[in-house]
């Protein structure tokens, strides 16, 4: 595998690109804190790395697209991924507001999905996703994320997204909308998951 350039950073782990068996990749590796205890550092960033395999593989096998699983390095607290050819959402949305609508609806149909399969994504932001050329939306950075969802999971998932979404996009209130009407129209048992927003909503607010 080719040493790559960093093309991404984040507050945790590096993102870097590289190339696995010929195929365009990306490493995404958490690189140790100084800060905690090494034998205890050490799980902590393996326990997230396997976690964010595990959601990865598990909302792929329920229909969801998430970058194709190259390799995890458990001792370097990495995994080689796919390297999805597309844009993130945020972009998309920050430069072509007049496709936010269709977009949103996509969005939608996918948190949907993996909702339906009882998967948590655990940080659901418009960074976190990349449209594809074909308009698929796929799903990145699982780590969060859990299985065997309960419903008070899956509304805070969705409560954490509407809070992400509307401060990074303010002005796209009309899209929200259609994302949530699009999401509520395909996850089962829509009516107990708004409850559960609207009850999460209030906690915030009295407390
Ligand atoms: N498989 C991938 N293909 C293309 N770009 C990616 C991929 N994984 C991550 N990235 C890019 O790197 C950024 C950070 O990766 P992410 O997994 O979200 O880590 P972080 O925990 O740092 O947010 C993403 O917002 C995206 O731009
Ligand atoms: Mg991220």
Redesign the pocket.
């Known amino acids: 595998m080719d040493a790559g350039t960093d093309c ?1 950073m ?4 590096t ?1 870097t690109e590289s190339d696995f068996l010929g195929m365009d990749a ?1 490493v ?1 590796q958490r690189p140790p804190k100084t800060y905690r205890l090494p034998e205890l550092d050490h799980h902590i960033r393996s326990s997230r790395t396997r976690n964010e395999a595990r959601i990865m593989h598990e909302a792929r096998a329920a229909g969801v697209r998430t ?1 194709c699983i190259y390799d995890i390095d458990l001792k370097e607290c990495s995994i080689t ?4 050819d597309g844009r ?1 959402v945020k972009d998309v949305l920050d430069s072509e507001p007049e496709r936010a609508e269709e977009v949103c609806r996509r969005v939608g149909e996918t948190i949907a999905r993996l909702h339906s399969a009882r998967i948590c994504h655990g940080d659901l932001t418009t ?2 996703m ?1 449209l594809m050329d074909d308009g698929e939306v796929c799903l ?2 699982l780590s969060m994320g859990c299985t065997r969802a309960e419903t008070e999971d899956i509304g805070v998932d969705v409560r954490l997204m509407e809070r992400a979404f509307t401060s990074a996009h303010v002005e796209l209130e009309d899209a929200f909308s259609v994302l949530m009407d699009a999401y509520y129209s395909n996850v089962p048992d829509a009516k107990s998951v708004k409850r559960k927003v609207e009850e999460i909503r209030n906690r915030g607010r009295y407390t």
């Open positions: 991404a984040g507050a945790e782990a993102i990306v995404k970058p991924m796919e390297r999805m993130m960074s976190n990349i990145i950075d």
